[in-house]
């Protein structure tokens, strides 16, 4: 066993936290060891036969355990060299108060970001994007697609769909959508934002530098101008172990003669 493991293991017995499944008891308590730094990023954890036979579970539980874990960010698995404790990603948190850009919020936050290109074009609209952006018969959507990082990790995958006749040229988009839209008066002031828990699939997983069937969240937003037109349509996907996204809450005054609950 390595100096990490020693350090995971302590010298007494292991008292999983109780509660729920034993593999999920056992998660809780890896989760806890790598929370309190008896083990760090890259550091190896004990083998599945170690862990084993310290903790008193099955191969199997232990298996399952660990799965979900590298599943959910927290450990990573190499071919024939084991599984580590996984990088320490900084999260990065989006008020939903405000209607801005990817580009200007990580600006305000003082954070690097940088976009790979994935697609701009011109594109047959698919049923979804014509009745979203209430598009005529005949008429082209634009599409642009990027990867959103910051330093070298991946945050975020957006794909935002436009009529032609907004973004005639979306490759000449160079960087923010909204400062390219604000040119020319298209700038959305408002949006319907639905966010919903979803596993990521394969293709999506590989872009973000996450195992399939990680945790992420869909994001579907309707832009709209101060005239009411939908403007955008966009559906990203966001790494769930580098985001969060913040709401501030009101109680809104009670009604004439009225009692709040």
């Known amino acids: ?5 020693s350090g995971f293991f302590g010298d007494g017995p292991v008292a999983l936290p109780p509660g729920g499944p034993l593999y999920l008891q056992l ?15 890259g550091d190896a954890l004990p083998s599945e036969r170690d862990l084993a036979t310290k903790v008193d579970v099955s191969r199997v539980t232990v298996r399952k355990a660990v799965l ?22 900084q999260r990065v948190e989006q008020s939903l108060s405000h209607l801005t850009s990817f580009t200007e919020d990580m600006a305000r936050r003082g954070m690097s970001v940088r976009a ?12 979804e994007e014509t009745v979203a952006l209430g598009l005529s018969a005949g008429e082209l ?11 070298d990790t991946p945050l975020a995958i957006e794909r935002a769909s436009l009529s032609v006749s907004v973004l005639p040229e979306p490759e000449a988009v160079v960087d923010s959508l909204y400062r390219h ?30 195992p399939a069937g990680s945790a992420g969240l869909h994001i579907e937003r309707l832009s709209y101008l101060a005239s009411g037109r939908v403007i955008e349509f966009t559906r990203s996907v966001y790494r769930g172990d580098t985001y969060d996204f913040v709401a501030e809450l009101r109680i809104g ?8 609950a």
């Not at 790979?116 to 049923?127: I, K, M, V």
């Not at 634009?142 to 910051?150: N, P």
């Not at 604000?182 to 293709?203: F, Y």
């Open 1 to 5: 066993m390595s100096n990490s493991s």
């Open 27 to 41: 998660k809780r308590w890896i989760e806890d060891a790598v929370h309190r730094g008896d083990i760090n990023p």
């Open 68 to 89: 979900q874990l590298v599943q959910e960010g927290v450990l990573i698995q190499k071919h024939g060299s084991g599984t580590f404790v996984a990088p320490r990603t």
């Open 116 to 127: 790979e290109w994935l697609d701009r074009g011109r594109y047959e609209p698919s049923p």
């Open 141 to 151: 959507v634009a599409r642009i697609a990027r990867l959103r990082l910051t330093g």
């Open 181 to 210: 839209l604000d040119r020319s008066g298209n700038r959305p002031v408002r949006a319907l934002q639905r966010i919903r828990a979803a596993n990521l699939g394969e293709a999506d997983a590989r872009l973000l530098q996450v």
């Open 253 to 260: 005054a009670p009604t004439p003669g009225g009692a709040r």
